[in-house]
Every structure is written in C-alpha cells, then in structure tokens.
C-alpha cells in the first residue's frame, strides 16, 4: 500500500496563479520533503520539513506539516510556466523512504 | 564532473536475461538508493544502502540484487529479467538518511 499519495493527481492553472497540492501519508515519519520532476528527468529537491516543524518557506514555497493529520501542503506562489512538472512528496519512516504518486502541474502561459 | 550518473541510459533486454544497472556518485555519499517509477506507482524503494557492504531492503525489492564494494558506486543487478521489471530505473543518493537526496538522470529499461 502506498505510504504517500498525492492530491490533486493533475492541476492546471494560469500563471500568476497559485498551485496548492497536498500529500496525506499512513504511518510516522522523521521528516517529509518534495520533490519536482520534470518530464524524463530525475527528481530535484525542494524542501525538507522534519516532524517537529509546522511550517517551512523557500523563496516562492510554502511547505506545511499536520503530523496529526498525517498530511501536508505545498503551495508555489505566483506561478509560472517554467513550474509545470510532477511534484512528489516523499516521507523517511526511519527505515524506509516512500514516494508518492505525484502531482501533475500545468501551468499556462 | 561531480554528480551522480547511471549507466546506461536506455537498456532493452529479453525475459530470463541478466542486466546490471550501474550508478556512480561523487560526493562521497554515505547513503545511496535504488528507485523504479511506474505510470500510478510514483517511485518505488528498491535497495538502499547506508554504507560500503551494508544494504537493506525497500518497498520492491525481489528480483533485484544489489552491492556497495566501494562508497562511490552502488550497482542494480536483475538477475533474470522479468517483463514487470520494465520501468524507468532512478539511482539517488545522500548525505544522511534525512537530507535531500540526489538523483542520477534515470536509466529507462525494457524487457521483451
């Protein structure tokens, strides 16, 4: 069973917009970061936010952590077209690290 | 050039053939992993490994083998390959197990 699970699975905006996807996860974790993707290429790191965080910012990202909840947010701000890409949350459970299945962002010029 | 690599690229093999995917890291990582992407799995844990000669399960990991002679290389072996094995292959690698992990460009294997 998979351990993240992205939401939406596919977004389209218009730039400027804002893009708000979120990731809801099963069990315990240390830290939970994303990921984005571009079509046919590797993954790049966004952010990282450990389990005793809330909330993280990194230039144009919002990363929020609901531990409770088992679920978190990532908002890109003013978005633009070089944006549209896959992004993956990914979860370290202490022994073992899951992906999940992505969210398709579109971004319209 | 520093980085992270995989080789080769693109790979198409026949069912029963052994295949070896190799990745190769500069940074003197201690942690290094094994990744396969299907279209409505997103990226699965195949191998990882904490160090030289110790590595540990992921999510995936029968059919595959893995190894760590030496810190900087970490090869991806599928002893008989299946035609479920065709997948987009992603080496990645890390500081420590809780910092930002590095991937390589991706080897995309098929099997007939």
């Known amino acids: 069973s998979q351990q993240g699970e992205e939401d939406p699975q596919a977004l389209s905006i218009q730039e400027g917009e804002n893009a708000t996807m979120n990731c809801s996860y099963k069990t315990s974790i240390n830290n939970l970061q994303w990921y984005r993707q571009n079509s046919g290429r590797g993954l790049v790191h966004l952010i990282l936010?450990?389990?005793?965080?809330r909330e993280k910012h990194s230039g144009r990202l919002r990363v929020t952590l609901d531990t409770s909840k088992k679920s978190s947010s990532l908002l890109i701000t003013a978005s633009r077209a070089a944006d549209t890409a896959s992004y993956f949350c990914a979860t370290d459970t202490g022994n073992q690290f899951y992906f999940g299945t992505g969210t398709s962002l579109t971004v319209i010029p | 050039d520093a980085g992270i690599t995989q080789s080769p690229r693109y790979k198409i093999t026949e069912t029963g053939r052994q295949v070896t995917l190799m990745c190769h890291q500069t940074w003197s990582h201690s942690y290094m992993f094994w990744y396969r992407q299907d279209l409505g799995h997103g990226l699965r844990l195949i191998y990882y490994s904490a160090a030289a000669d110790i590595t540990d399960k992921g999510e995936v990991p029968d059919g595959y083998v893995v190894s760590r002679s030496k810190t900087e290389n970490f090869p991806l072996t599928l002893e008989s390959a299946t035609r479920s094995q065709t997948s987009v292959y992603f080496c990645?690698?890390?500081?420590?197990?809780?910092?930002?992990?590095?991937f390589g460009p991706g080897t995309r294997l098929t099997v007939l």
């Open positions: 936010i450990r389990s005793n965080e």
């Open positions: 990645a690698s890390s500081e420590s197990p809780w910092d930002e992990q590095f």
